[in-house]
């Protein structure tokens, strides 16, 4: 049987079927993001460098730290980390203060009592001594030796079950010991090799050197006390996400990537690689100035031609992309009118009927609503209902925004506008974003401004849509963002100009702000369209857009209207 191609009809019934499907999993996302249980406490080592410790800033960092704030996104679940002492965070382990540890080294005395992922890291152990120490091959040389050891660590775990006979000296962290053997105290340091300690300034004017590595690799990963294996396991799935992704393995290059080596120089690692660099620069140097020669005439003769040929491209895209959301944006909009409708109704129907099931679960129990429990339903009702009306509206602002995307039909452009009250305007409708985002937002309008020739509330769209991206920008209410307003004689043009001290804009990046759905937050429910508009209504008034934008430091959005001339 030869079945029909399809039809035009169908094939817009499809794509309509599957942009439904997509928004209703954007919307989604939240209420399961939310529908996990408690916050799961995570402790750790407060000076393990890289592994884990507490940065600058005060704030727990590292290789574990990062890992584990992976698992926590991939999973859905939400972590409190913890970082002290290590003594301190086993016995907290141990009396259910936390739920695991981030980081801990396997061995087969330890699985009695806790119960280990899979590790997703390997840990040494060296014996480290003054300068003319005697080395040490086995640990029965450190009988009766003074060995400083890490309080609740795998070393003193070891020496105390082997009865090695050492006097052991218990410190807080390895750097402790480090510097406690370096002022001249007790005999030997036992403590893990870990690179965050030898790049930093703990051995880089000591005395001591490593006198021994009788150990072999130890296996670290999560750990919790017994019986306590589905908390375990939802962190042994999330690692195994991780490492079939290769995020597990972009984090560890990240912080051990580079300090791998064992038992190199890094101060002749140093210099070595001063030399090399030198010589690199030298040669590439020479290839720059070469190349940028050549590219400039290349590019003068291209320019042109690729110009041309992004504005045909371009213009293909609008037209098809034109023709299909106009069919979607009215398809989409008759079932969100609908639910504008409807969903309040419900709300309302529920709050009349609270009262009354409230009654009856008081006086007979609880009983099923919806297939679930009253007394669960009672509280998840009103918010369900209220994310999705929620939802139905970010629908419909989706909507319209395709629709100006897509409209063909010109724009009025013959009211006197003036630009200030178009700024201020739009600093009002945002002024709760503006809040919650910073606090340190500042305005400066220049007096006596000449009007443009446009649409108030197209502009105002644009100004809007730039507040709001500088707000989303900010790393913490700390940045601030600054506007004013000014003109330029010479040129005849008006300008808005928007500065964020946010986290900048990648130099790729730059070239695509006015592509339509083209964005850099997706994952936060963004579209992609908003930048687009704003460039076709400026465009329309005649006007440009400039970004001028740095990584790290900021972004600078420069408005640009053609003033009337009076």
Not at 119 to 135: E, L, Y
Not at 514 to 536: A, N, Y
Request: hydrophobic share 40%; glycine share 8%; charged share 20%.
């Amino acid at each position: 049987m030869i079945s029909a191609p399809p039809t035009a009809e169908t094939s817009l019934r499809n794509t309509l079927l599957l942009a439904i499907l997509y928004l209703m999993s954007v919307i989604a996302l939240p209420v399961n993001a939310s529908a996990h249980g408690d916050t799961i406490r995570i402790g750790g080592d407060h000076n393990y460098p890289p592994y884990e410790f507490i940065n600058e800033d005060g704030e727990p960092d590292g290789y574990n730290t990062e890992l584990t704030l992976a698992i926590a996104e991939v999973m859905g679940i939400k972590v409190n980390i913890e970082l002290g002492g290590w003594d301190e965070m086993r016995r907290r382990l141990e009396t259910g203060e936390i739920d695991a540890l981030q980081g801990m080294v396997f061995s087969k005395a330890r699985a009695k009592d806790y119960d280990f992922s899979p590790a997703h890291a390997v840990v040494h152990q060296s014996v480290f001594a003054r300068k003319g120490s005697p080395t040490i091959s086995e640990l029965s040389e450190l009988r009766g030796k003074d060995v400083i050891v890490q309080n609740g660590g795998i070393m003193h775990d070891y020496l105390l079950q082997n009865n090695v006979g050492a006097n052991l000296i218990l410190v807080d962290t390895h750097a402790d010991a480090l510097r406690m053997l370096a002022s001249g105290q007790n005999d030997y340091a036992l403590v893990a090799n870990l690179p965050g300690l030898y790049m930093g300034k703990v051995l880089e004017l000591s005395n001591i050197i490593p006198a021994g590595k009788p150990f072999s690799a130890q296996m670290y990963g999560y750990s919790v006390l017994k019986g306590k294996q589905e908390l375990l396991a939802q962190f042994s799935e999330g690692l195994a996400i991780l490492k079939n992704t290769g995020r597990q393995q972009a984090l560890y290059d990240k912080w051990l990537g580079p300090l791998e080596s064992q038992g190199f120089s890094w101060k002749k690692l140093g210099m070595a690689a001063a030399f090399i660099s030198t010589l690199l620069l030298l040669i590439l140097s020479i290839i720059m100035f070469w190349n940028r020669a050549l590219s400039r005439e290349v590019a003068r003769r291209t320019q042109e031609q690729q110009l041309q040929q992004q504005q045909l491209i371009q213009a293909d895209k609008m037209t098809s992309l034109g023709i299909l959301v106009s069919g979607v944006a009215h398809e989409i909009n008759n079932p969100s009118s609908l639910l504008l409708l409807n969903l309040p109704i419900l709300k309302d129907v529920y709050q009349d009927a609270e009262d009354i099931l409230e009654a009856h679960y008081q006086e007979h129990g609880d009983f099923l609503i919806g297939g679930l429990e009253y007394s669960r339903m009672r509280d998840e009702i009103p918010p369900m209902l209220d994310d999705m009306l929620t939802g139905t509206h970010r629908i419909r602002r989706i909507v319209d925004d395709l629709r100006d995307f897509a409209r063909q039909e010109p724009t009025e452009l013959t009211d006197k506008v003036d630009l200030n009250d178009v700024v201020a305007t739009a600093i009002r409708l945002v002024d709760n974003t503006i809040a919650k985002s910073t606090q340190h937002f500042n305005v400066e309008y220049a007096p006596n401004l000449p009007c443009f020739e446009g649409n108030a509330q197209r502009i105002e769209q644009v100004v809007i849509n730039l507040i709001i991206n500088a707000c989303q920008a900010l790393e913490n209410p700390n940045s601030g963002i600054s506007v004013r307003t000014f003109y330029l004689a010479q040129e005849n043009m008006l300008k808005f100009e928007i500065c964020d001290q946010g986290r900048g804009i990648a130099p790729e990046h730059l070239p695509h702000l006015s592509d339509p759905f083209f964005t850099t937050k997706r994952e936060q429910g963004g579209t992609g369209l908003g930048l687009s508009v704003s460039f076709s209504i400026v465009q329309e008034h005649g006007g440009t857009l400039a970004y001028d934008s740095k990584l790290q430091q900021g972004t600078c959005v420069t408005l640009s209207l053609p003033a009337i001339k009076e």
